[in-house]
Protein backbone atom coordinates (compact mmCIF):
# COMPACT_ATOMS: atom_id res chain seq x y z
CA UNK A 1 0.00 0.00 0.00
CA UNK A 2 1.64 3.27 -0.85
CA UNK A 3 -0.03 6.77 0.55
CA UNK A 4 0.00 9.87 -1.45
CA UNK A 5 -0.68 13.46 -0.24
CA UNK A 6 -2.10 16.70 -1.46
CA UNK A 7 0.13 19.40 -1.13
CA UNK A 8 0.19 23.02 -2.34
CA UNK A 9 3.93 24.04 -4.24
CA UNK A 10 4.80 27.38 -2.47
CA UNK A 11 7.93 27.67 -3.64
CA UNK A 12 9.93 26.80 -7.22
CA UNK A 13 13.44 25.95 -6.70
CA UNK A 14 16.06 24.90 -9.60
CA UNK A 15 16.40 21.61 -10.88
CA UNK A 16 12.94 20.52 -10.76
CA UNK A 17 12.44 20.78 -7.38
CA UNK A 18 9.70 23.04 -4.88
CA UNK A 19 8.91 23.70 -1.83
CA UNK A 20 5.01 22.33 -0.80
CA UNK A 21 3.01 23.32 2.14
CA UNK A 22 1.00 20.61 3.95
CA UNK A 23 -0.93 21.73 6.61
CA UNK A 24 2.00 24.40 7.47
CA UNK A 25 4.74 21.58 7.55
CA UNK A 26 7.20 22.37 4.44
CA UNK A 27 9.26 20.19 2.44
CA UNK A 28 11.54 20.40 -0.20
CA UNK A 29 10.31 18.00 -3.17
CA UNK A 30 11.22 16.65 -6.66
CA UNK A 31 8.88 18.46 -9.32
CA UNK A 32 10.72 15.78 -12.07
CA UNK A 33 7.28 14.36 -13.04
CA UNK A 34 5.11 17.64 -12.79
CA UNK A 35 8.02 19.94 -14.54
CA UNK A 36 4.41 22.16 -14.98
CA UNK A 37 3.79 22.78 -11.41
CA UNK A 38 3.98 26.57 -10.73
CA UNK A 39 3.20 28.23 -7.03
CA UNK A 40 0.05 28.10 -5.59
CA UNK A 41 -0.83 24.24 -7.55
CA UNK A 42 -1.59 21.21 -5.23
CA UNK A 43 0.60 18.36 -6.40
CA UNK A 44 0.12 14.96 -4.58
CA UNK A 45 3.14 14.07 -2.94
CA UNK A 46 4.38 10.68 -2.85
CA UNK A 47 7.84 9.84 -1.26
CA UNK A 48 9.50 12.82 -1.36
CA UNK A 49 8.01 13.23 -5.19
CA UNK A 50 5.01 15.14 -7.26
CA UNK A 51 3.51 12.64 -8.94
CA UNK A 52 0.94 14.39 -10.55
CA UNK A 53 -1.42 17.71 -10.04
CA UNK A 54 -4.47 17.76 -8.45
CA UNK A 55 -7.62 20.13 -8.58
CA UNK A 56 -7.94 22.64 -5.58
CA UNK A 57 -10.81 21.62 -4.68
CA UNK A 58 -10.32 17.99 -4.66
CA UNK A 59 -7.29 18.61 -2.72
CA UNK A 60 -9.39 20.84 -0.08
CA UNK A 61 -11.52 18.10 0.17
CA UNK A 62 -9.07 15.30 0.81
CA UNK A 63 -7.29 17.28 3.65
CA UNK A 64 -10.63 17.86 5.34
CA UNK A 65 -10.86 13.91 5.46
CA UNK A 66 -7.81 13.72 6.51
CA UNK A 67 -8.30 16.38 9.31
CA UNK A 68 -11.65 14.15 10.03
CA UNK A 69 -9.25 11.09 10.35
CA UNK A 70 -6.99 12.45 12.71
CA UNK A 71 -9.56 13.74 14.95
CA UNK A 72 -11.43 10.28 14.80
CA UNK A 73 -8.03 8.71 16.03
CA UNK A 74 -7.65 11.39 18.72
CA UNK A 75 -11.11 11.08 20.07
CA UNK A 76 -10.30 7.05 19.93
CA UNK A 77 -6.89 6.96 22.06
CA UNK A 78 -8.54 7.54 25.34
CA UNK A 79 -10.91 4.98 24.85
CA UNK A 80 -8.55 2.60 23.74
CA UNK A 81 -6.75 2.63 27.42
CA UNK A 82 -10.23 1.47 28.42
CA UNK A 83 -9.87 -1.64 27.66
CA UNK A 84 -6.97 -1.88 29.52
CA UNK A 85 -8.77 -1.01 32.55
CA UNK A 86 -12.29 -3.43 31.97
Known sequence: MCLALPARVVEL???LR???????VRK??????VDDAQVEDYVI????????KIDPDEAQ???ALFAELSEAQN?????QHLG???
Open 61 to 63: RTL
Open 13 to 15: LPN
Open 28 to 33: EVSIDL
Open 45 to 52: IHVGYAIG
Open 84 to 86: EVL
Open 18 to 24: AVVDLGG
Open 75 to 79: TLQPL
